[in-house]
């Protein structure tokens, strides 16, 4: 199944939303009772998955708008969500099913039959952190914490994270056009291409040693989304030359009255930590594959922790 798909029917499901609270206190058998917690598990995740996956687009729209305070307000709203469904998900089940806080063994039975509910999805390691931290708050036992995992890029995604553009030297301002063309603002740049021109020069320099033979681009790959936070907007990519060597292309993007405009280009992977850092506040991404997007960013900063990156 395909992330667009499970994506929409996570929306058709959401809207046939069953009282499973309701199911549960009519319920006769205990086997019964941890059927129903886990489906209603299940339905409280993915409703809270559509929210939290809508809020990149919206932090999108507020850029193009120019409007930070409700940039600032996704921000909170993204991390409050998640706590806010399970603290109430949590009342709701000890409520309902107060042996839940008590038993254990009973938590090991509504987990065996969440697994296969959730098993194949492209959120599936999502989905068990939700499980898990509802598990906390109802049993109150001691935090374990789970382990990112990545098995490697899933077929047929890597068109759907990644734009590829050619390489040749010099790179040209054409490259760089389409290259900021990515979020497909729905306002338009303040002057597209002396911004384009002025970007390249700014990457041929930096790749160019000054030497007899000039720098051999195979390839610049490019995350296929824009990164939003705050006032700003980035694009994120790889610079990769004849050899292995590799480059991070961070390019910084404002928006004034008169347009969006380049407000700097970086090249080092210690700019791109810097503009990373856990210290700033995190981004809204435009692309919903966060696996492959992480182990993108892996790639950008090697020896900044892949879970991180996740983050």
Request: charged share 20%; net charge negative; with cysteine.
């Amino acid at each position: 199944m395909t992330n667009n798909t499970s994506q929409t029917n996570r929306h058709s499901e959401a809207e046939k939303h069953v009282d499973y609270v309701a199911l549960i206190t009519r319920a006769a058998k205990d086997d019964e009772m941890i059927d129903l917690a886990a489906h209603c598990i299940l339905q409280e995740f993915d409703a809270y998955y559509v929210v939290s996956r809508a809020i990149p687009a919206l932090a999108q729209q507020a850029f193009e708008q120019r409007d930070p305070q409700e940039s600032l307000s996704l921000s909170i709203r993204r991390l409050n969500i998640y706590r806010e469904t399970i603290v109430s998900l949590a009342s709701k089940l000890g409520r309902v099913f107060p042996m839940l806080a008590h038993d254990d063994q009973l938590w090991f039975k509504v987990d065996a039959s969440y697994r296969p509910l959730i098993q194949g999805r492209y959120e599936e390691e999502l989905a068990n952190a939700f499980i898990q931290s509802v598990r906390r708050l109802i049993y109150r036992d001691e935090w374990k914490p789970l382990e990112y995992v990545f098995s490697g890029e899933r077929a047929g995604l890597h068109k759907q994270v990644i734009r590829q553009f050619a390489g040749g030297w010099p790179i040209a301002p054409d490259t760089i056009t389409d290259i900021l063309s990515i979020p497909s603002f729905s306002v338009p740049y303040r002057d597209l291409a002396k911004d384009a021109t002025l970007v390249a020069e700014r990457v041929n320099s930096f790749l160019d040693s000054g030497g007899d033979n000039p720098p051999v681009v195979e390839t610049i790959q490019v995350i296929d989304a824009g990164f939003f936070r705050n006032r700003g907007a980035y694009l994120v990519g790889l610079i990769h030359l004849q050899g292995g060597t590799r480059h991070p292309l961070v390019i910084s993007l404002e928006n004034s009255e008169a347009g969006i405009f380049v407000h700097a280009v970086l090249t080092s992977e210690a700019d791109a930590h810097n503009i990373f850092s856990s210290t700033l506040a995190n981004f809204h991404v435009t692309n919903p594959y966060y696996h492959e997007l992480a182990a993108i960013l892996h790639a950008v900063m090697p020896h900044r922790p892949l879970g991180l990156h996740y983050s």
